[in-house]
């Protein structure tokens, strides 16, 4: 049936990337097998994101007032962004200009969940501000975490080659959860094989793109033999086909840098 094409395709996809994922375990070096596991998700995400945004893998995210944060697995950026700094696949950006964060998990753990929900909560966190504003215009706003932004909050979301049980795996996110405000809650978790977490509006009754106070954890198995592409790929084009931003304005990020001295003035005739 043409309704199950993208199915079909992406069971095919998931195999390849199983198969690639235990091609990597023969990396002597850890790093050197992570890197690779963050390729294949990068890979994945390049394939089904929206046009306009891009994946981008190995990024340190930094703002204008110099706050920086940890490495990121996976960064989902604004199509025109251009890295402050680039040196061997190692790259900056500024915060305003990525909508979201994908931590790539070899085995998720509780200590590896919480370390991954740990950095989204703090690039979530991290200020959006040096922006052009254009005037005369509608302002947009973006709702989200159960509030209103004027801009587009980053997302976090967790992607894992494997894990333990799904549902001790929800019971140590709502763990973390507890001592944490809704704002700093990654939006979705995903394991190969076996299934996601995602989040339950509580007056809606539907999954939603991004937590709201009061929202329930739902644990999500894969359906028989299909794995989580497909609805990754769906959960992925909702989620940052609405992603967007101001004109960025890089003059903040310059600092108290010199950047000339005026000599001479002619006046206008």
Same mark, same amino acid.
């Given at each position: 049936?043409?309704?199950?094409?993208?199915?079909?395709?992406?069971?095919?996809?998931?195999?390849?990337?199983?198969?690639?994922?235990?091609?990597?375990?023969?990396?002597?070096?850890?790093?050197?097998? *992570?890197?690779?596991?963050?390729?294949?998700?990068?890979?994945?995400?390049?394939?089904?994101?929206?046009?306009?945004?891009?994946?981008?893998?190995?990024?340190?995210?930094?703002?204008?007032?110099?706050?920086?944060?940890?490495?990121?697995?996976?960064?989902?950026?604004?199509?025109?962004?251009?890295?402050?700094?680039?040196?061997?696949?190692?790259?900056?950006?500024?915060?305003?200009?990525?909508?979201?964060?994908?931590?790539?998990? !070899?085995?998720?753990?509780?200590?590896?969940?919480?370390?991954?929900?740990?950095?989204?909560?703090?690039?979530?966190?991290?200020?959006?501000?040096?922006?052009?504003?254009?005037?005369?215009?509608?302002?947009?706003? !973006?709702?989200?975490?159960?509030?209103?932004?004027?801009?587009?909050?980053?997302?976090?979301?967790?992607?894992?080659?494997?894990? *333990?049980?799904?549902?001790?795996?929800?019971?140590?996110?709502?763990?973390?959860?507890?001592?944490?405000?809704?704002?700093?809650?990654?939006?979705?978790?995903?394991?190969?094989?076996?299934?996601?977490?995602?989040?339950?509006?509580?007056?809606?009754?539907?999954?939603?793109?991004?937590?709201?106070? *009061?929202?329930?954890?739902?644990?999500?198995?894969?359906?028989?033999?299909?794995?989580?592409?497909?609805?990754?790929?769906?959960?992925?084009?909702?989620?940052?086909?609405?992603?967007?931003?101001?004109?960025?304005?890089?003059?903040?990020?310059?600092?108290?840098?010199?950047?000339?001295?005026?000599?001479?003035?002619?006046?206008?005739?």
């Amino acid at each position: 049936m043409p309704q199950e094409k993208l199915g079909i395709i992406l069971s095919s996809v998931a195999k390849r990337m199983r198969a690639d994922f235990e091609q990597s375990r023969v990396f002597n070096h850890n790093g050197e097998a *992570g890197t690779s596991r963050e390729v294949l998700v990068r890979n994945f995400l390049s394939s089904y994101l929206p046009a306009h945004v891009r994946a981008v893998h190995n990024v340190e995210i930094i703002t204008s007032s110099g706050s920086v944060s940890s490495q990121c697995d996976v960064a989902i950026v604004d199509k025109e962004t251009l890295p402050l700094t680039s040196l061997e696949g190692y790259q900056v950006i500024p915060n305003e200009c990525t909508y979201g964060i994908v931590e790539v998990k !070899t085995n998720l753990t509780r200590a590896e969940l919480f370390n991954a929900c740990d950095k989204i909560s703090k690039v979530r966190k991290m200020e959006k501000t040096a922006y052009r504003r254009i005037p005369n215009t509608i302002e947009r706003t !973006t709702v989200a975490y159960g509030n209103m932004y004027d801009h587009f909050p980053t997302s976090g979301i967790v992607v894992a080659f494997n894990s *333990g049980n799904l549902e001790t795996l929800g019971n140590h996110l709502m763990e973390w959860c507890s001592t944490h405000q809704v704002h700093e809650w990654p939006d979705s978790v995903w394991v190969l094989g076996k299934g996601n977490l995602q989040w339950q509006g509580k007056a809606s009754g539907l999954l939603e793109r991004t937590p709201s106070p *009061g929202a329930s954890l739902v644990q999500i198995d894969s359906w028989e033999d299909d794995d989580i592409l497909l609805p990754l790929a769906l959960h992925l084009n909702i989620h940052f086909s609405e992603a967007w931003m101001h004109p960025l304005n890089l003059v903040p990020y310059a600092g108290s840098a010199r950047l000339g001295t005026i000599s001479r003035e002619w006046p206008a005739p």
